[in-house]
């Protein structure tokens, strides 16, 4: 576990907030190629990415803090240390999409296709920011037996619940999924036949991933035998379901 890449005086780099960065600035150029190919202005592109940025880290801390609160009744400026971690993707999210959805309206841009250009760059971008949750030690497994198990040291999150347990590496998990994830929504934009195909093909795979890997990983709360992520992406599931369905060109159309 390396929390802390660099330290320059009395200034740190960390390694959560450093690969959230980099998750971004690719994120940014895959969306800006995809965009190009949709006759999307970049200069669109990059308003909503400022926008969606800041949605996304609110959304995203916000879905933490309630879900931990009991991290921040006795110190509530904790809240705002986001570059120690404590994100909760789905909350990013679903908050930079309402902001995304928003703009696209408010400047009548094409919305499928905006979404399918940003489609396979959040999928990278996910996954790149994985790499930051693993060496921060957080968002972690449950105990396995299995040999790639990791022992996360004294200090991690992860030593507090587990102690020297290993650990299913789920940030590992993630990141390869979801890299595979992007490189099936390549493919796919390749052979694209409708506005929204990437898109939806995008929820499709979120959901199946996270619902897998919430079953190894670490989670406080269960509601009926499930995480709250899980209930999340069910109905996620379900939308990239139909929305491949609604928007398919129909026979003979």
Known sequence: MYPILLNFGAMSVHA?????????????????????????????????????????????????????WSEFRDNPMDMFMVQKGGLVFLGGFLLALLAGTIYV???????????????PGVALGYSIARIGCFLNGCCFGLPT???WGIAFPPGAL???????????????????LMLLSFLLLVVIYRSKRFDG????????????????????????IHWLGLT??????????????????????????
Do not use: C, M
Request: hydrophobic share 55%.
């Open 105 to 119: 309206r408010f400047k009548k841009l094409p919305l499928l296709k905006f979404f399918d250009s940003i489609a």
């Open 197 to 220: 195909q990437v898109f939806f093909w995008w929820f499709i795979f979120y959901a199946l991933y996270r619902f897998g890997v919430e079953f190894l990983r670490y989670s406080p």
């Open 158 to 176: 992860a030593f507090g619940y587990f102690g020297g347990d290993h650990l299913h590496p789920t940030q590992l998990y993630a990141l390869l």
């Open 16 to 68: 959560y907030g450093f690969f959230i960065a980099v998750a971004f600035l690719a994120g940014i150029a895959v969306t800006l190629h995809y965009a190009k190919r949709e006759g999307i202005d970049s200069q669109n592109v990059l308003d909503i990415a400022i926008i969606g940025l800041v949605a996304a880290i609110v959304g995203a801390r916000l879905f933490y803090v309630v879900g931990q």
């Open 228 to 253: 709250p992520s899980q209930w999340i992406v069910i109905p996620a599931f379900i939308f990239g379901v139909w929305g491949l369905n609604h928007y398919k060109p129909k026979p003979g159309a």
């Open 145 to 147: 037996k299995l040999p």
